[in-house]
């Protein structure tokens, strides 16, 4: 039987690198989203609203896909709004293609807010895990849209019969324009505003990220373990951590980063100094810097998440993953952080985003 994918949220940095993973391995590869993602070559774009059934029933009506790669959210104001919202999203889509009987695999993306908590209460005192974090780590006692869209697969999957894998990277670095949650694209954007005004590149987060260690995902990884885990014997009906494989310390990294746009690095001062404050009133400071260079998007919005990226280099303590589980399995991608980023900026370069 042919492999058929279903890549639901193939705009973001997660789906778009899965399903130039797919499309390289020969499977037949479609995604969904409702802005569909027509700039990759082979992939088949599916418009849809997952929030609507029948919509959905319509859309899918001649597909019958044998592995689900879910790889999308939505965000909302609270996170019982979240849990509400999240796990409609799942619970219609495997509803929709339930009659089917396609489905093989289900994979789900989520990551260390599994760990950490939710937005409301993210790595807060009092809930801090012991890092690194393992997949066996009990859930938190804490409403968390991760676990609801986890039991929705779980439920569907003894209903229909398919196996499943649930994805946890750290924070994921890979290309992606007009994403929720992308810190590649994030501090792009802030030190190409840095060169250009003659600021300083200032970390943004807490003292524990700056001298802790940490790790990240590129997306490219993330996308070798989802199609490892959905076509592996032994990896299914079961959660991995992922992440580069490497570690590092965000003062080193720091300083790297502002060496490639050739600016002024500044760390830790004592105080956390957000980057969503920081670039509050850039924004026709963007549109002037893209008018300049005739970059594609002037719009500084579409391109940074200031506010994730807070959160991520905000915490108050080093945070890493534990990849033993998956390695032991035979899963053994890696790659540099520091290339990951390096290529972010490339891509955004050549891709006319950044100047």
């Known amino acids: 039987m042919e492999n058929i994918a279903l890549v639901v949220g193939a705009t973001g940095i997660t789906g778009s690198n899965l399903a130039e993973e797919l499309i390289a391995q020969g499977w037949i590869t479609y995604g969904l989203s409702r802005n569909p993602n027509t700039n990759i070559d082979g992939l088949h774009p599916i418009k849809a609203d997952l929030m609507d059934e029948q919509n959905l029933t319509e859309a899918l009506e001649e597909i019958s896909p044998t592995h689900i790669y879910f790889t999308t959210w939505m965000r909302n104001d609270t996170e019982e709004e979240n849990i509400r919202v999240n796990s409609l999203l799942v619970r219609n889509l495997l509803n929709v293609l339930s009659p089917k009987k396609s489905v093989q695999h289900v994979a789900l993306v989520t990551g260390l807010k599994h760990y950490l908590g939710p937005f409301e209460a993210y790595a807060k005192e009092g809930i801090l895990p012991e890092t690194p974090v393992r997949e066996e780590h009990p859930r938190l006692p804490l409403p968390n849209f991760y676990y609801a869209q986890e039991d929705e697969v779980y439920k569907a999957s003894e209903r ?30 802030y030190a190409s505003i840095c060169k250009e005004t003659g600021r300083k590149f200032i970390w943004p987060g807490s003292e524990a990220q700056w001298n802790g260690v940490s790790d990240v995902t590129d997306a490219r990884i993330l996308a070798k373990q989802l199609v490892w885990a959905s076509s592996t014997e032994s990896a299914k009906n079961q959660a991995f951590n992922i992440a580069n494989g490497d570690v590092f310390r965000w003062k080193w990294l720091w300083n790297r980063l502002a060496d490639w746009f050739g600016v002024e690095a500044e760390g830790f001062n004592g105080t956390i100094r957000p980057l969503e404050k920081e670039l509050e009133n850039d924004n026709d400071v963007w549109t002037t810097i893209a008018e300049k260079y005739n970059l594609k998007e002037k719009n500084l919005n579409r391109l940074s998440s200031a506010w994730h990226t807070d959160l ?26 520091e290339d990951s980023f390096i290529n972010v900026f490339e891509r955004l370069k050549s891709e006319n985003m950044i100047p």
């Open 160 to 189: 229909d019969g398919f196996t499943w894998s649930i994805h946890r990277p750290h924070t994921v670095v890979g290309y992606a324009v007009g994403n929720l949650m992308n810190i590649g694209t994030t501090l792009a954007v």
């Open 312 to 337: 991520d280099l905000g915490r108050p303590l080093e945070v890493m993953c534990d990849m033993s589980k998956s390695r032991k399995l035979g899963f053994t991608a890696y790659t540099s952080t």
